[in-house]
């Protein structure tokens, strides 16, 4: 059992961070690396940058050659290289260079002018990285396992960046192949079409360029990474790293709080809105109303009805004009009432249509944009006014109160406190967790791809019969340590038991001795004699089982 890998993932920081357990993991760490000096370090080097080129003429003469001679394949020179190249801070560096030629393709295509259609030389050169990469990342998940591989969550980051970089190159090649639908202009505005073709491939251009642009932000913290194993950035790295889980456990209270607030208040807005709509039909009826107490007249009545009496036409007239009055007052009682007694001004900006939502609350998503920017303090409050009545404008502005009394006194505090909880608390620890953190990565680049990107796509299948041959080197190792082991223990088994018959044949005999010396004299052997000759006879048999 590899006690050092079992306590790395058993978490024993303690254990993993004494000198003696470091001493350990180091020799791992570096191989036959560690007892190397500047002049072989130099040789190492060009072999490690070389190697892609000279690993298959190797593979060959050991197929050709030594496998006739009947060299092993791990002392054949094919597998002396693929021994050094598996050494775990030669694989640490290999995957570093990796990311840092990533990184530089993707630089280039988001700081250079790039074609809106057609695929450039840079954008398939990213494609053959990305297609190495999720080849890298299926090879790490087969060889480590996948509760190992998902324990680690800078592996749901490289699956998070090279799905988006997929996507994005789908969506190239899709742009490329597409026909777009064009409206068709005559022959002399012909330029019209060229133009509506540009709006539409930049459209499109546009959404690749934010994958591109989100990916590069996101490979860049990945690179951070890579620092951890320095003793100045590292300690920092892993003190962030705890910081930022803190931050994303905060970010979900200040989330539900921002959503309760925000909904509260964009309830109002749906009050708003239906007021609006029914103030504004009440408004035209007012209006059509009033028209018709202008304009219908006693000679209307006169002109319409002209064989009635006077008498009557006056009836008729009165009880118009004051049916009318009634039915004016009504609907400015029931606008007044939904509207504060506010109904002059309400009813001119809902008929002229410019009484609307305001343009903070207009939606849920800007409602929820506002109150997450009042966190900060950067929204304005004078925007809580027309066309909200009094009773909403209060009710709006205690609901801001109240939320941004617990998000930036209690929450930010308490955040604050956290923070500084745990820095803290890594900082009294620091040379432990970088420790186990380095440790970690002894058990994540044990076994990895050694060869650079795209050499690693093509050298797959020769890396797994290379990793075969190690497991079986491995297992032979395992099973003659086990049949020493038992050996030895047989060993100390018979031992144990003929010096305990031993033991008890001298406790008998001396016994015998002191009842015979008691009853004559001594004789003349001298004292210890049989101890003597017990300890002869012990190494005897242990030379005899060695």
């Known amino acids: 059992v590899d006690l050092i890998r079992v306590a790395i993932d058993q978490k024993k920081k303690k254990f993993v961070s004494h000198p003696f357990s470091q001493q350990i993991i180091n020799g791992r760490w570096y191989g ?18 070389l190697s892609p080129l000279f690993v298959v003429p190797l ?16 002392d054949s020179d094919f597998g002396r290289l693929l021994r050094l190249k598996f050494t775990p801070c030669l694989c640490f560096i290999t995957d570093a260079v990796n990311f840092i030629i990533f990184l530089t393709i993707l630089t280039c295509i988001c700081l250079t002018e790039q074609d809106r259609q057609t695929v450039t030389p840079w954008e398939y050169a990213l494609y053959v990285c990305v297609v190495s990469r999720i080849v890298i990342e299926l090879d790490n998940l087969v060889e480590q396992g996948w509760r190992i591989y998902f324990g680690n969550v800078w592996n749901y980051v490289d699956i998070a960046i090279l799905t988006l970089l997929t996507i994005s190159g789908v969506y190239k090649v899709w742009i490329q192949e597409a026909e777009f639908n064009l409206e068709s202009f005559p022959n002399r505005f012909k330029q019209f079409n060229d133009w509506a073709l540009e709006v539409k491939l930049y459209k499109h251009f546009l959404n690749v360029s934010y994958i591109y642009a989100i990916a590069e932000f996101v490979l860049f913290l990945r690179l951070l990474t890579l620092l951890e194993i320095t003793r100045s950035m590292g300690p920092l790295l892993i003190a962030l790293k705890y910081l930022l889980v803190d931050v994303l456990k905060f970010s979900v209270i200040l989330l539900t709080t921002v959503v309760g607030a925000s909904i509260t208040i964009y309830s109002m807005n749906v009050r708003l809105e239906m007021i609006i709509d029914v103030v504004g039909g009440l408004c035209r009826e007012l209006s059509w109303v009033q028209f018709l107490a202008q304009n219908v007249t006693w000679r209307y009545f006169k002109n319409t009805y002209p064989d009635e009496s006077l008498e009557g036409l006056n009836k008729m007239y009165e009880d118009f004009q004051s049916g009318n009055r009634k039915y004016r007052k009504d609907i400015t009682t029931i606008i ?11 009813c001119s900006k809902t008929l002229e249509g410019e009484l609307t939502a305001p343009a903070s609350f207009e939606n849920f998503q800007a409602t929820v944009t506002s109150v997450m920017w009042s966190t900060f303090g950067l929204f304005d409050v004078t925007n809580v006014s027309e066309p909200y009545d009094d009773r909403t404008i209060s009710f709006i502005n205690v609901i801001l109160v109240l939320y941004i009394l617990l998000a930036c006194v209690l929450m930010l505090n308490m955040l604050i406190g956290i923070l500084s909880t745990t820095f803290d608390r890594i900082q009294s620890n620091c040379d432990i967790e970088w420790k186990y953190a380095r440790s970690e990565l002894l058990k994540e680049y044990s076994g990895t791809q050694p060869f650079l990107i795209p050499f690693s796509t093509f050298l797959l299948p020769l890396v797994y019969w290379f990793r075969g041959k190690l497991r079986e080197e491995q297992q032979k190792e395992s099973e003659q340590s086990s049949n020493l082991t038992e050996g030895r223990s047989r060993r100390d088994n018979i031992i144990s038991e003929v010096c305990e018959r031993f033991e008890s044949d001298l406790i008998r005999d001396s016994s015998e001795d002191e009842s015979e010396s008691a009853a004559r004299p001594r004789s003349g052997s001298r004292p210890g004699t049989r101890g003597r000759n017990f300890d002869a006879r012990v190494r005897r048999l242990r030379r005899r089982f060695d």
């Open 59 to 74: 593979f060959l003469k050991f197929l050709l050659i030594d496998i006739h001679r009947g060299v092993p394949v791990m």
């Open 336 to 346: 007044g009432e939904l509207t504060d007694n506010n109904s002059t001004t309400f």
């Open 32 to 49: 036959d690396l560690a007892h190397k000096m500047f002049f072989g370090k130099t040789i190492v080097a060009f072999q490690f940058m």
